[in-house]
């Protein structure tokens, strides 16, 4: 069976978190060959669905404003979205903390535009694939 996953982005420039097996999760970027990251994060399947959640309700509230997600709010965090909206998508600011809550070792990058539909898809399927 596959693991539980989310990707955004195109081939240039993408972001990826898909669980290694049990609490263990890979998260990877990648911005067009220049900036790079990989590493394993211990998360809970609940912290991440409810990532997900948090990413449903925002994409499906009516106005059409920026927002934020941490995928582990009140401790170390290796993960930050800001979502801008762009035409009819939103486009992300990326920020990547391999060592938690560190401000030195960090990757920012940012992920072109992506349509609504789509990126309700993504975070509906990952959302799914962890409420089994």
Do not use: Y
């Not at 263990?24 to 409810?50: G, K, Y």
């Not at 035409?87 to 070792?105: H, I, K, S, W």
């Amino acid at each position: 069976m596959e693991e539980p996953q989310m990707r955004l982005g195109t081939d240039d420039a993408w972001l990826d978190l898909t669980r290694a097996g049990g609490d263990t999760w890979r998260l990877s970027a990648n911005w067009c060959s220049l900036l790079t990251a990989d590493f394993t994060v211990d998360l809970s399947d609940a912290e991440v669905a409810d990532f997900a959640g948090q990413m449903l309700s925002r994409l499906g509230e009516a106005s059409n404003a920026g927002f934020s997600a941490v995928v582990t709010p009140g401790r170390n965090n290796p993960l930050a979205l800001k979502a801008q909206p762009v035409g009819e998508g939103f486009a992300f600011f990326v920020r990547l903390t391999p060592n938690g809550d560190d401000t030195v070792c960090h990757l920012q990058m940012e992920l072109n535009p992506i349509a609504t539909p789509d990126l309700r898809e993504v975070f509906d399927a990952l959302h799914a694939a962890l409420a089994t």
